[in-house]
């Protein structure tokens, strides 16, 4: 006698289509807790830009930090118009890893002295850590609003990273061109 197996799965416990997330699913929790800690670490950024555009000595820096201030300000803008689109209220969460990281760049400000490319470098390597920070957030967030069926706020995050991977492209760029081999040269 041939004994056969018939293990048989249902179909319907293991497909999952995007899109369908419901308003109060966990996903949706998770993602809206998300959001208040990316609108805590932007409004933190609007602080910290003036203060970072102060210490930097390079023309092209100190434009970079000002331009990126306008920018972030429309970050802000732009989570409030998300928690708007879902029905909830824009609510700042501390982000502990921004605060660390903006934590670090007040450090390298003490730590180095003002007038000098060093300082420069300094403060493009933390303002790097911040956009590298934003560019994960703002990729893996626009990814889950669009699980969530969350398409115009998809598309408000995704204007976002596009601006962040901007910012950091210039920074180095101005890092390249106009700082590192300057700060090269600087003798203590
Ligand atoms: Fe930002
Ligand atoms: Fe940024």
Redesign the pocket.
């Known amino acids: 006698m041939v004994k056969t197996s018939t293990t048989q799965k249902s179909q319907s416990e293991t497909s999952y289509a995007p899109g369908i997330a419901s308003g109060d699913s966990m996903l949706s929790s998770f993602f809206e807790d998300e959001l208040k800690d990316i609108y805590w670490a932007?409004k933190n950024?609007v602080k910290t830009l003036p203060k970072m555009k102060k210490a930097a000595t390079s023309e092209k820096l100190q434009q970079a930090f000002e331009d990126h201030l306008q920018?972030?300000q429309t970050?802000v803008e732009r989570l409030e118009k998300a928690f708007e689109l879902m029905g909830k209220k824009a609510q700042a969460k501390k982000c502990d890893a921004m605060a660390g990281i903006i934590e670090e760049g007040k450090g390298i400000i003490e730590e180095t002295e003002k007038g000098t490319a060093t300082r420069d470098v300094g403060l493009i390597l933390a303002a790097q850590k911040v956009e590298h920070y934003?560019i994960s957030t703002y990729g893996g967030l626009a990814q889950l609003a669009t699980t969530l069926g969350l398409n115009d706020v998809a598309d408000l995050l995704k204007q976002?990273l596009n601006?962040?991977k901007e910012t950091d492209e210039l920074l180095t760029e101005i890092a390249e061109t106009d700082v590192n081999y300057e700060a090269a040269t600087e003798e203590e």
């Open positions: 932007e950024i920018q972030t970050h934003e976002t601006e962040e």
